[in-house]
DNA sequence: CCGACTTTGAGAATCTGGTCACAAGCGACC
DNA sequence: GGTCGCTTGTGACCAGATTCTCAAAGTCGG
C-alpha cells in the first residue's frame, strides 16, 4: 500500500529530526500550538524552511495560528518510522563501541540496541549494560532471529568494509559508520557516515582563516547568532 | 599577511579530509602521483568533483601524469591546518566523552585532547588515558594557559549551551558539538555538530521508504553501488 | 457578520553545488 | 621534433536547496 507520498527533498529529511526534538520539548511545556517563527527558532534554521520543508509533509498548518504541537509531533514521527520498534545491532565493542551501547537516546524513541558484536575472543563474552557480546560468526543469526535491520559500525577501519559486507549479507538495510574509512554498500542499501577526524579536520580549516583573516574574517561553516 | 586565496566552497572544504585520507592511504603504498580517477575512487566520490575540488586549492596536478602524492598531501595538510597543533579540550566526561579521549586518530594529526573538564565533582579528578580530569570552574585559567582553541562538547542536553557559553568566554572559537541539543554561539565561532540520534532517525526514514516501496524503491541517501 | 490581524503555503527568483564536455598541456615514443 | 594518448582544469550547463514575497485562509474582538 504506496501512498502517493510526494517526495521530498534530501535536505528537508535531513532537518526533520530536529523539528521533531524541538516539538518534542514544546510538547513537555504542554504549549499546544507553535508558529513557524518559533519552531525555526527552536531548531535553529529561518522560518521559511521550516514551512517549507513542513508543506512537504503535508499541510498540517492553520493559518493565523500555527502548527498544533500534538498533530505535528504524531505526523513528524510517523514519517521518519520513530513509531516502530527498530532494533539494532552495533558491531565493534571498543571505546566507541561501548560508550553507543550505554548511550541513552537510542533507546529512547524505537531505536533499541539488541545485539553486541565483536571479532576479538576476549572481549566477546563480557556484558556490557545488560547485553553480552557476541561472535562476529553468529552474525547472520542474530540478525535474523532478531530482525535486525539497523546496524552501527564501530570496528577499526581496517576491518569496516569487510564487516560491512557481512551485514549486507546477513541482511541489514541501513548501516551507520564510525569508522574513519570508506565504505561501499550495494543499491538498496542506506549508509550514514559519522567521522570524529574529519568534523575536526573542517573546524581546522575555519579556526586557520579566522587566524589568517583576522576576527570577523570568511563565513565559517554553519555561524550562528546568538538570540 | 592575508594571501589573497580564493574562496573555497563549504562542500569541498568538507570533502577536503576524504582526499587527505585517501592520500595518506596512498604514500603509505609508496605510490608517487595519483589520477583524479584513482583519487575519487579511494575517496567515494568521482573524478569530476575531485579535479573541482583540487583545482580551488590551485593547480597542483600535471596533465596527463596526474598528481604528485606527497606534494598534494602537503598542500592539503596546509590548507585544512593540519600542520598546525590545535590543543583541544573534551568537557563532559561521561562515557562518550571517556570513549573520546581514549579514541586515537585525533591525536595522529595535530589534534591533541589536552584537558579532560567536568562539573560533577565525583568525575573530577578520575584518570582517563593520562589525563586527570579537572573541574570546569578552572576551565577560564586551562583554556588560556594551554591555549585551547577546539573543544568538544559531550555534556547532556540540559547544560549544552551554557557550558558552550562558558567555553566561548574563555577564549575557544570552535566547538564540536556532540550534545543532543540545539547550541548557539556568537559570530566568529565556528560550530558543528555531530548528533547520533539524528542519524539513525535519517536513516530510519529510508529504511521505512524501502520496505514501502519495495526493494529498490526510492533513492536512500548516499547510496552507492558495489565496485 | 465584518474587518483587522496573524500566519501558512507555495510560486518565483536566487544561490550553491554538481555534472558534462572539451580544449590545453604534458609525457612518451618513434 | 612531431605526433599520439592521457589527464587536468575550467567554462557552460543543470539540479537541488534556500530565500523572498505575497495571496489565501484562518482567528478574534466587537
Redesign the pocket.
Known amino acids: 500500500m504506496g501512498e502517493p507520498r510526494r517526495r521530498i527533498?534530501?535536505?528537508?529529511v535531513a532537518?526533520l529530526p530536529l523539528y521533531y526534538r524541538a516539538l518534542l520539548d514544546t510538547a513537555e511545556r504542554e504549549i499546544a500550538t507553535?508558529?513557524?517563527?518559533r519552531?525555526a527558532e527552536l531548531a535553529g534554521?529561518?522560518?521559511?524552511?521550516v514551512?517549507?520543508?513542513?508543506?512537504y509533509l503535508?499541510?498540517?498548518?492553520?493559518?493565523?495560528?500555527?502548527?498544533d504541537v500534538e498533530y505535528l509531533l504524531h505526523e513528524i514521527s510517523r514519517e521518519l518510522g520513530l513509531t516502530r520498534d527498530w532494533p539494532v545491532a552495533i558491531v565493534g565493542v571498543g571505546n566507541l563501541g561501548r560508550a553507543l551501547a550505554n548511550y541513552r537516546g537510542f533507546g529512547a524513541r524505537g531505536f533499541r540496541v539488541v545485539a553486541l558484536i565483536d571479532a576479538d575472543p576476549d572481549v566477546v563474552g563480557t556484558t556490557v549494560g545488560e547485553l553480552v557480546v557476541e561472535p562476529l560468526a553468529e552474525l547472520d543469526r542474530i540478525v535474523a532471529e532478531r530482525e535486525i535491520v539497523i546496524g552501527i559500525l564501530a570496528t577499526p577501519a581496517t576491518v569496516a568494509q569487510d564487516v560491512t559486507d557481512q551485514l549486507v549479507d546477513a541482511g541489514v538495510t541501513s548501516i551507520l559508520n564510525f569508522a574513519p574509512a570508506l565504505v561501499t554498500v550495494p543499491e538498496g542499501v542506506s549508509l550514514r557516515k559519522v567521522d570524529l577526524a574529519i568534523e575536526l579536520q573542517i573546524l581546522s580549516f575555519y579556526q586557520l582563516r579566522r587566524a589568517f583573516s583576522g576576527p570577523g574574517g570568511l563565513a565559517p561553516e554553519r555561524r550562528k547568532s546568538v538570540l
Not at 34 to 37: A, C, F, G, M, Q
Not at 58 to 67: A, E, F, L
Request: hydrophobic residues 25%; aromatic residues 6%; positive net charge.
Open positions: 527533498p534530501e535536505a528537508t532537518r507553535v508558529s513557524s517563527e519552531l534554521v529561518n522560518a521559511a524552511k514551512r517549507k520543508d513542513l508543506s503535508g499541510s498540517y498548518g492553520t493559518r493565523g495560528v500555527g502548527y
